[in-house]
Nanobody, 123 residues
C-alpha cells in the first residue's frame, strides 16, 4: 500500500503561480510512475502531468504544456507540480496518483490516490 497526501493548493489570481506537493508513504520502494490529475466541478477527472520512477521522462496534457512542471525527489518520497501562468480554467481539485510500472494516461490504471487539494484561480 502507498499513501499519498497533497498540499500546496489555494487561491491565486490569474497569471500567478502555485507549487503543489505530494508526500508518499508506505511501500515507496517500488518503481511507481507518479501523476497529477485534476477534476473541475461537473467534469471528469483528467490527466495533467506524470513522471517516471527515474525522473527521466515527463508527460503533460496539452493544456498545461509550457506552464506546468513536474519533478520528484525519490529520496524524500515527494512529487511536485510547479504551476505557472495560471488561468481560471485551471481551477479544480488536484489529485496525486501512483501507478506501478510504466507511464499511462488512463486514470483507471493508477492504483493509489491522494485526497486532493483545491486550486482556485480568479480572473
Amino acid at each position: 500500500q502507498v499513501q499519498l497526501v497533497e498540499s500546496g493548493g489555494g487561491l491565486v489570481q490569474a497569471g500567478g503561480s502555485l507549487r503543489l506537493s505530494c508526500a508518499a508513504s508506505g511501500r515507496t520502494g517500488s518503481r511507481y510512475t507518479m501523476g497529477w490529475f485534476r477534476q473541475a466541478p461537473g467534469k471528469e477527472r483528467e490527466f495533467v502531468a506524470a513522471i517516471t520512477w527515474s525522473g527521466g521522462s515527463t508527460y503533460y496534457a496539452e493544456s498545461v504544456k509550457g506552464r506546468f512542471t513536474i519533478d520528484r525527489d525519490n529520496a524524500a518520497n515527494t512529487v511536485h507540480l510547479q504551476m505557472n501562468s495560471l488561468k481560471p480554467e485551471d481551477t479544480a481539485v488536484y489529485y496525486c496518483a501512483a501507478r506501478y510500472g510504466a507511464f499511462n494516461y488512463a486514470k483507471s490504471l493508477y492504483n493509489y490516490w491522494g485526497q486532493g487539494t483545491q486550486v482556485t484561480v480568479s480572473s
